[in-house]
DNA sequence: ATGTGTGCAAACGCTTTGCAGTGGG
DNA sequence: CCCACTGCAAAGCGTTTGCACACAT
């Protein structure tokens, strides 16, 4: 996979090692990226390719990531932490019957609030549009 | 105040009681809504209009006013739920550096967004826009 | 040799739940 | 008068932390 090596060279610039749980845990988010996943599942997606892994590595290791800006936390208002690889700006959807989540683009919109809040003053790292409703299926019940 | 009498109302048509306790908890959302309260600080407020009040009590009220549209529950990637009267749509800033939150309006964007699922048959009941970086403060020192 | 990284298990902190009692409508 | 609602305390659950060990450099 291409897009993992990318991932993989942004934890060795900044002085972290590259070790196989670190390794496990990119492959499992980049396997996950589009259910945006907690970090259970992860966990057990890693373990896949690194047996021995612990829970708390897993956290260590997100929080790493998150560090590095190579996965963000999304901020969904759920008792978990739910994680997702960085990519261009993009509208979740929730719905608030099914849980499921779905991504719309939307690069456009979250660059023009980038443009007019870095006018204001303020320096934006990450813009995130989330929309709370009914999807089609549930709302046509 | 008069809003405070709007969203009492909102209670009472949709069969849940008025009691002191749920009166305590909608006043404390409304003085400390600038400030994005958590469960801890509301109970505290709370506790100033009928002190018996009672941290569950206030888990459940919240959940109340979720159900009946009252407050909303914010989609910020933190451990803590942190709560605020449903309004018009506005965009959060959130400083990753010192924690303030801002509140900068957006009716529009949150519109335009709001519009376009709807035609493509979502049915959207709340907007949030997050944006996540360096406040003027922060990102000047 | 040094210190970053790890697994385990225990601790933590916020939230939820069970239950017996209370009071609003 | 009945049942929604409450306070208390205990349980639950996702996350974090302390510690001894492992292993890269």
């Not at 496990?24 to 970090?39: G, Q, R």
């Not at 901020?75 to 960085?86: A, L, M, V, W």
């Not at 023009?112 to 709302?139: A, H, M, W």
Request: positive net charge; charged residues 30%; proline residues 5%.
């Amino acid at each position: 996979m291409l897009q993992e090596i990318v991932e993989l060279e942004k934890l060795q610039k900044s002085d972290y090692r590259l070790t196989p749980q670190r390794k496990a845990v990119i492959k499992a988010l980049m396997e996950l990226d589009d259910e945006h996943p907690n970090a259970e599942t992860i966990f057990n997606r890693a373990r896949r390719y690194c047996p021995t892994i612990g829970i708390a590595t897993v956290y260590r290791t997100l929080d790493v990531l998150i560090e590095t800006g190579v996965i963000k936390k999304l901020p969904f208002p759920s008792r978990r932490g739910h994680y997702e690889i960085q990519k261009s700006p993009h509208i979740h959807f929730i719905c608030q019957k099914c849980s499921q989540t779905y991504e719309l683009d939307d690069e456009e919109k979250s660059f023009t609030v980038y443009q007019e809040l870095e006018k204001k003053g303020y320096k934006v790292r990450n813009v995130s549009i989330n929309v709370f409703g009914l999807c089609p299926d549930c709302g046509n019940k």
